[in-house]
């Protein structure tokens, strides 16, 4: 009975909760979409509206990934590609990090650095690929350093921000308690930017799985990027259709997991 009571106390929370904001109406509410783009997608398929060679149904694309399936392709490149892009996120978001605690935080990194990165991120992410090619060869080298230049953006952009709007009478404060450094940064002025810190991370994320098609064309042979390049190529377009939901579905899943480190970091810091 002791059990029950927490129980009862949940659901009754959640009876009282606002509709719109209940976690069941989001989750029925974000597969309405979806649902319906597959129903209407059978529909016109079955119907003959679209020839098949065009847009192959959605039992199609289930078939194609049976068979990539059967023959142990398609859980090598979801690895694969799902490696690349945690690498290069993490190199990237760190190195984003570190640039925006600079210029966030130093009036003079903030002139000598702000400039050129600024420039930089105008350069469309395929403009990259023959430099890298030249630098470091065909290898993982160079596809997940281009992943990493795609991460790296969105945390130094919304950090260093971040870190020009801290309230100084925070900093003032942690000071006068003898902080300085690198323990100012991280006693005071990073939990005052956490929320600003997981938007850029989020973002990061998702320009990860942007820019690992790009990098895919650098001479890989595995990968869901490569396998999008490659139907292309042999006209399989079930494949390509495939590739697609895969990509859409592995990155809802990592933004995901970034929610819920954010909720945990919020709750640590705020």
Same mark, same amino acid.
């Given at each position: 009975?002791?059990g029950?009571a927490?129980?009862?106390?949940?659901?009754?929370?959640?009876?009282a909760r606002?509709?719109? +904001?209940r976690?069941s109406t989001?989750?029925l509410?974000?597969?309405?979409l979806?649902v319906?783009?597959i129903?209407?997608?059978?529909?016109v398929t079955?119907?003959?509206l679209v020839p098949?060679?065009?847009?192959?149904?959605?039992f199609?694309?289930v078939?194609?990934?049976?068979?990539?399936?059967?023959?142990g392709?398609l859980?090598?490149?979801?690895?694969i590609s799902t490696?690349?892009v945690?690498?290069?996120?993490?190199?990237g978001a760190?190195v984003?990090l570190?640039?925006?605690?600079?210029v966030?935080?130093?009036?003079l990194g903030?002139?000598?650095?702000?400039?050129?990165?600024v420039a930089?991120?105008?350069?469309?992410?395929?403009?990259?690929v023959p430099?890298?090619?030249l630098w470091l060869?065909?290898?993982?080298e160079?596809k997940? +350093?281009?992943?990493?230049?795609?991460?790296f953006?969105?945390?130094y +952009?919304t950090?260093?921000?971040a870190?020009r709007?801290?309230?100084?009478?925070?900093?003032?404060a942690?000071r006068s308690?003898?902080?300085?450094?690198?323990s100012?940064?991280?006693?005071?002025?990073?939990p005052?930017?956490?929320p600003?810190?997981v938007?850029?991370?989020?973002?990061?994320?998702a320009?990860?799985?942007?820019?690992?098609v790009?990098?895919?064309?650098?001479?890989a042979?595995m990968g869901?990027?490569?396998l999008?390049?490659?139907?292309g190529?042999?006209g399989r377009?079930d494949?390509?259709?495939?590739?697609?939901?895969l990509?859409?579905?592995?990155? +809802?899943?990592?933004?995901a997991?970034?929610?819920?480190f954010?909720?945990?970091?919020l709750?640590?810091?705020?």
């Open positions: 009975m002791g029950d927490p129980a009862a106390v949940a659901r009754a929370d959640a009876a606002p509709f719109w +904001t976690r989001r989750i509410g974000g597969l309405l979806p319906v783009v129903l209407v997608w059978h529909l079955a119907g003959g098949a060679y065009r847009l192959p149904g959605p199609a694309v078939q194609a990934a049976g068979q990539l399936l059967e023959n392709e859980g090598l490149h979801i690895a490696q690349r945690v690498i290069g996120f993490l190199a760190l984003g570190a640039a925006a605690s600079v966030g935080l130093s009036r903030d002139i000598l650095l702000s400039p050129t990165l930089l991120r105008a350069v469309p992410s395929l403009a990259w430099l890298l090619i060869r065909i290898g993982e160079s997940i +350093t281009l992943i990493a230049i795609g991460a953006f969105p945390v +952009t950090v260093a921000a870190l709007r801290v309230d100084p009478h925070l900093v003032e942690g308690f003898g902080l300085r450094g690198w100012l940064l991280r006693t005071i002025q990073l005052a930017v956490v600003s810190l938007s850029g991370l989020r973002l990061a994320m320009q990860a799985w942007l820019f690992l790009a990098a895919e064309l650098l001479g042979s869901l990027g490569w999008l390049s490659d139907s190529t042999t377009v494949r390509i259709l495939l590739a697609i939901v990509l859409a579905l592995l990155g +809802t899943l990592t933004n997991l970034l929610v819920l954010e909720r945990a970091v709750r640590r810091w705020l």
